[in-house]
């Protein structure tokens, strides 16, 4: 199953400056673990040392907050777009 996932301006050099890929996956936790394999490194970015999504990180599929989903394990289908989005803070 195809899935678009949208890259974050600060991920973009781990992914050689795509602001978009395309992988195969069924649900979250799969798809991250997809892009480590394709770049390594990404995962520590987006997930904890106790597998879960990081605090600072927010990731959307097809426009819903996974944290009000059942977060990694949110199901993905084809066709389906991901979006990362790293908080952002200042005042």
Known sequence: MSVLVRIPTPLRR??????????????????VDTLESAYPGFKERLVDENGDLRYF??????????????????????????SIVPAVAGG
């Open 14 to 31: 781990m992914t050689g400056g795509k602001d978009k890929v395309e992988v195969e996956s069924s649900n979250l936790g799969e798809m």
């Open 57 to 82: 990180v927010n990731i959307y599929v097809n426009g819903e907050d996974v944290r009000f989903l059942q977060g990694l394990e949110t199901s993905t289908s084809t066709g389906d777009e991901v």
